[in-house]
Protein backbone atom coordinates (compact mmCIF):
# COMPACT_ATOMS: atom_id res chain seq x y z
CA UNK A 1 0.00 0.00 0.00
CA UNK A 2 1.28 3.48 -0.88
CA UNK A 3 1.87 6.47 1.66
CA UNK A 4 -0.93 8.69 1.38
CA UNK A 5 1.73 12.00 0.88
CA UNK A 6 3.10 9.64 -2.43
CA UNK A 7 0.06 10.30 -4.52
CA UNK A 8 -0.24 14.07 -3.55
CA UNK A 9 3.56 14.23 -4.62
CA UNK A 10 3.06 12.45 -7.83
CA UNK A 11 -0.26 15.08 -8.37
CA UNK A 12 2.35 17.85 -7.92
CA UNK A 13 4.49 16.30 -10.57
CA UNK A 14 2.12 15.81 -12.88
CA UNK A 15 0.99 19.32 -12.48
CA UNK A 16 4.24 21.03 -12.62
CA UNK A 17 4.95 18.77 -15.88
CA UNK A 18 1.45 20.04 -17.81
CA UNK A 19 2.04 23.64 -16.95
CA UNK A 20 5.98 23.06 -18.39
CA UNK A 21 3.74 21.87 -21.30
CA UNK A 22 1.29 24.64 -21.71
CA UNK A 23 3.93 27.26 -21.43
CA UNK A 24 5.77 25.32 -24.33
CA UNK A 25 2.32 25.44 -26.38
CA UNK A 26 1.75 29.33 -25.58
CA UNK A 27 5.87 29.97 -26.31
CA UNK A 28 4.66 28.22 -29.78
CA UNK A 29 1.60 30.70 -30.58
CA UNK A 30 3.68 33.63 -29.40
CA UNK A 31 6.11 32.55 -32.38
CA UNK A 32 3.98 30.94 -34.87
CA UNK A 33 0.61 32.91 -34.60
CA UNK A 34 0.29 33.54 -38.46
CA UNK A 35 0.79 29.78 -38.80
CA UNK A 36 -2.27 27.33 -39.14
CA UNK A 37 -2.21 26.38 -35.57
CA UNK A 38 -5.73 24.93 -33.82
CA UNK A 39 -6.20 23.38 -30.80
CA UNK A 40 -5.47 19.89 -32.02
CA UNK A 41 -2.26 20.94 -33.28
CA UNK A 42 -0.84 22.71 -30.15
CA UNK A 43 -2.09 20.10 -28.12
CA UNK A 44 -0.11 17.39 -30.59
CA UNK A 45 2.87 19.30 -29.67
CA UNK A 46 2.96 18.95 -26.22
CA UNK A 47 1.37 15.29 -26.54
CA UNK A 48 -1.93 15.72 -24.83
CA UNK A 49 -5.58 15.12 -26.18
CA UNK A 50 -6.95 18.40 -27.63
CA UNK A 51 -9.96 18.11 -24.80
CA UNK A 52 -7.36 17.62 -21.64
CA UNK A 53 -5.37 20.35 -23.67
CA UNK A 54 -8.14 23.19 -23.84
CA UNK A 55 -9.41 22.30 -20.33
CA UNK A 56 -5.75 23.05 -18.57
CA UNK A 57 -4.75 25.80 -21.07
CA UNK A 58 -8.11 27.60 -19.80
CA UNK A 59 -7.14 26.92 -15.92
CA UNK A 60 -3.39 28.26 -15.92
CA UNK A 61 -4.28 31.12 -18.25
CA UNK A 62 -7.11 32.62 -18.07
CA UNK A 63 -8.78 31.95 -21.56
CA UNK A 64 -8.96 29.53 -24.03
CA UNK A 65 -6.01 28.51 -26.42
CA UNK A 66 -7.93 30.07 -29.32
CA UNK A 67 -8.64 33.25 -27.85
CA UNK A 68 -4.90 33.77 -26.59
CA UNK A 69 -4.00 32.75 -30.54
CA UNK A 70 -6.22 35.46 -31.50
CA UNK A 71 -5.13 38.25 -29.22
CA UNK A 72 -1.49 37.47 -30.40
CA UNK A 73 -2.80 38.01 -34.41
CA UNK A 74 -4.65 40.93 -33.39
CA UNK A 75 -1.79 42.40 -31.36
CA UNK A 76 0.37 41.84 -34.54
CA UNK A 77 -2.27 43.49 -36.32
CA UNK A 78 -2.54 46.42 -34.59
CA UNK A 79 1.30 47.38 -35.12
CA UNK A 80 1.18 46.17 -39.31
CA UNK A 81 -2.25 48.96 -39.46
CA UNK A 82 0.33 51.49 -37.95
CA UNK A 83 2.43 50.76 -40.74
CA UNK A 84 -0.22 51.92 -43.21
CA UNK A 85 1.35 49.77 -46.06
CA UNK A 86 -1.01 46.71 -45.86
CA UNK A 87 -4.39 46.91 -46.69
CA UNK A 88 -7.04 45.69 -43.82
CA UNK A 89 -7.32 42.32 -45.88
CA UNK A 90 -3.34 41.30 -46.57
CA UNK A 91 -2.84 42.24 -42.78
CA UNK A 92 -5.97 39.61 -41.80
CA UNK A 93 -4.15 37.34 -43.99
CA UNK A 94 -0.16 38.31 -42.98
CA UNK A 95 -1.34 37.81 -39.30
CA UNK A 96 -2.76 34.03 -39.98
CA UNK A 97 -6.32 34.35 -40.18
CA UNK A 98 -8.53 32.89 -43.02
CA UNK A 99 -11.42 34.76 -42.47
CA UNK A 100 -11.80 38.40 -42.91
CA UNK A 101 -15.34 38.69 -41.47
CA UNK A 102 -13.81 37.01 -38.35
CA UNK A 103 -11.29 38.96 -38.03
CA UNK A 104 -12.80 42.13 -38.20
CA UNK A 105 -15.27 40.87 -35.94
CA UNK A 106 -12.20 39.54 -33.03
CA UNK A 107 -10.28 43.23 -34.17
CA UNK A 108 -13.74 44.74 -32.87
CA UNK A 109 -14.20 43.07 -30.08
CA UNK A 110 -10.94 43.17 -28.70
CA UNK A 111 -10.32 46.84 -29.56
CA UNK A 112 -12.96 48.48 -29.79
CA UNK A 113 -13.24 49.68 -33.39
CA UNK A 114 -12.88 47.90 -36.64
CA UNK A 115 -9.60 47.56 -38.23
CA UNK A 116 -10.42 50.59 -40.70
CA UNK A 117 -11.30 52.68 -38.16
CA UNK A 118 -8.24 51.85 -36.09
CA UNK A 119 -5.83 52.33 -39.17
CA UNK A 120 -7.56 56.16 -39.65
CA UNK A 121 -7.54 56.91 -35.59
CA UNK A 122 -3.73 55.14 -35.09
CA UNK A 123 -1.73 56.28 -38.29
CA UNK A 124 -0.86 59.77 -37.15
CA UNK A 125 -1.48 59.20 -33.34
CA UNK A 126 1.82 56.47 -32.83
CA UNK A 127 3.75 59.08 -35.11
CA UNK A 128 7.23 59.94 -33.44
CA UNK A 129 6.53 56.99 -30.56
CA UNK A 130 8.79 54.61 -30.39
CA UNK A 131 7.71 51.11 -31.40
CA UNK A 132 7.84 49.44 -27.70
CA UNK A 133 5.59 52.19 -25.99
CA UNK A 134 3.20 52.23 -29.46
CA UNK A 135 3.02 48.26 -28.66
CA UNK A 136 2.43 49.17 -24.91
CA UNK A 137 -0.12 51.99 -26.05
CA UNK A 138 -2.30 49.93 -28.40
CA UNK A 139 -2.37 46.89 -26.81
CA UNK A 140 -5.50 44.68 -27.18
CA UNK A 141 -8.00 44.34 -23.93
CA UNK A 142 -7.24 40.43 -22.83
CA UNK A 143 -10.36 38.52 -21.10
CA UNK A 144 -12.77 41.18 -21.52
CA UNK A 145 -14.14 42.89 -24.22
CA UNK A 146 -13.46 46.30 -24.98
CA UNK A 147 -15.74 49.09 -23.40
CA UNK A 148 -17.86 50.34 -26.65
CA UNK A 149 -16.86 54.03 -27.11
CA UNK A 150 -19.88 56.98 -26.57
CA UNK A 151 -20.40 58.75 -29.96
CA UNK A 152 -19.15 62.29 -29.57
CA UNK A 153 -21.39 64.68 -30.00
CA UNK A 154 -20.07 67.77 -32.53
Known amino acids: MCHPSWGRARTAAQRLSDLARLRRARDRIDREYALPLNI ?6 VNMSAGHFSRQFRLAYGESPYAYLMTRRIERATALL ?16 SSLGTFSTRFTE ?3 MPPSTY ?3 A ?3 AAGMPPCVAKQVTR ?6 APVAEPQLA
Open 119 to 121: RRC
Open 110 to 112: LVG
Open 82 to 97: RRDDLSVTEVCFAVGC
Open 123 to 125: TGA
Open 140 to 145: PIRNQE
Open 40 to 45: EVLARG
